[in-house]
């Protein structure tokens, strides 16, 4: 059977669930796009007290999201998960505590460049892990991202921003663990565990936060935070990406780092500087450039999720 200008019913489902796979993605990398102004936006919440209320609002959903997919299977995902699972949600844990840190520290552009280079160490880490080839584009992207991120940090030498850049590294290193991973135990349902990592640092940040010390403005921004740019943000990806191929996939989340300081520069008129421009615009290059390229293998079995 055919279906519009004579291509196939099933060709036609295929390309339908592939653009909505992709629509999920670019509208969950937009929504992660938001955390640098949420962050900067905020007046009565400290460093701790962000993490606790954006890990619990985040959690929340996520337990939400889970029941709601999972029925009665719910509690035997996060029980299914073992060490794999564990493994993710502490890579999840440092990233969402070091994420809100170096965002205080560093400004927006540098957070989210240098962590968005997650990937290229998690090519770099499967070679040592799983045995996978690092092709040699790979070691070029890597190679000219990394001389990206030296011009972006060459501002930050001296300064309190040092800090945020080598918090922005952690992420991407945390992230590249969990990539891996992800990667090595494809069985294992992940969501559960990020929704455990979430819970972590919650529980980390609980004894330093002031919870009830936050105005009702920055209350409603640290929900937003944590059920809509987190939770809502990974249901939308984890949901998107099955249906679309992972090069599309990972080519798409790029719209986080190149989106994210562009909202902190039309909010609140922060200016990334110059080598922060020069240096993000080297590292996406590398990164876009390097997954076009990707789009041309066979697409991968996705993950669970």
Known sequence: MTGQFGVPVSQESDIGAERNGLAM????????????VIVRSLDTADVWTTVFWRSAFAAGFLIF??????R???????????????LVGLCFTTASISFVIALTLTSVANTLVIFSTAPLFAALLGQVVLGEQVRRRSWLAMAAALSGVAIMMSDSFGGASWAGDMLSFVIAVSLAVAIVTIRKHRHVRMTPAVCLGTMLA?????????????????????AFFGAVQFGAGLALFTTGARLAPAAKVALLTVLEPILGPIWVWLVLAEHPGAAALIGGGIVLTALAVHMAMDMRKARPIPPAI
């Open 25 to 36: 993605v670019a509208l969950a990398a937009v929504l992660w796009s938001t955390g640098g």
């Open 65 to 70: 999201f889970i029941a709601l997919r999972d």
């Open 72 to 86: 009665r299977q719910a509690v035997r995902v996060f029980l299914d998960m073992g060490w794999p699972g564990l």
């Open 202 to 222: 919650g529980m980390i940040a609980a004894p330093l936060a002031q919870p009830l010390s936050v105005s009702s403005v920055d209350f409603g921004l640290l």
